[in-house]
Nanobody, 122 residues
Framework: VQLVESGGGLVQPGGSLRLSCAAS????????MGWYRQAPGRQRELVAS?????????NYADSVKGRFTISRDNPWNTVSLQMNSLKSEDTAVYYC???????????????WGQGTQVTVSS
């Protein structure tokens, strides 16, 4: 299973970026997809997550509520993070993850992307 992110870069404070992540490989289902981030000298922290199914459960870190929006796109194995009103403290490497069930009878495991740098600076 591979998760590939795209969309990071340099943006000025107050600007916007959109991150995307696509999962591929041996996948039967993906229950949860989301984004973590890690700034230099800090622990990796959850940014946002979204469950599968009709009634999707969304979860956001308090620091990004009202500014970031996570969505599960078509096809079902992709997830995006729309980031608005970006602040310097949002600067970090952003990692996509997916909780994947490779086969119908198999167990779920968490898989991670390679990370994409987001830098908010004037």
């Amino acid at each position: 299973v591979q998760l590939v992110e795209s969309g990071g870069g340099l943006v000025q404070p107050g600007g916007s970026l959109r991150l995307s992540c696509a999962a591929s490989g041996r996948i039967f289902s993906i229950t949860t997809m989301g984004w973590y981030r890690q700034a230099p000298g800090r622990q990796r922290e959850l940014v946002a997550s979204i469950s599968a199914g009709k009634n999707k459960i969304l979860n956001y870190a308090d620091s990004v509520k009202g500014r970031f929006t996570i969505s599960r796109d078509n096809p079902w194995n992709t997830v995006s993070l729309q980031m608005n009103s970006l602040k310097s403290e949002d600067t970090a490497v952003y990692y996509c993850y997916g909780r994947v069930k490779p086969t119908q009878a198999g167990f779920e495991n968490d898989y991670w992307g390679q990370g994409t740098q987001v830098t908010v600076s004037s």
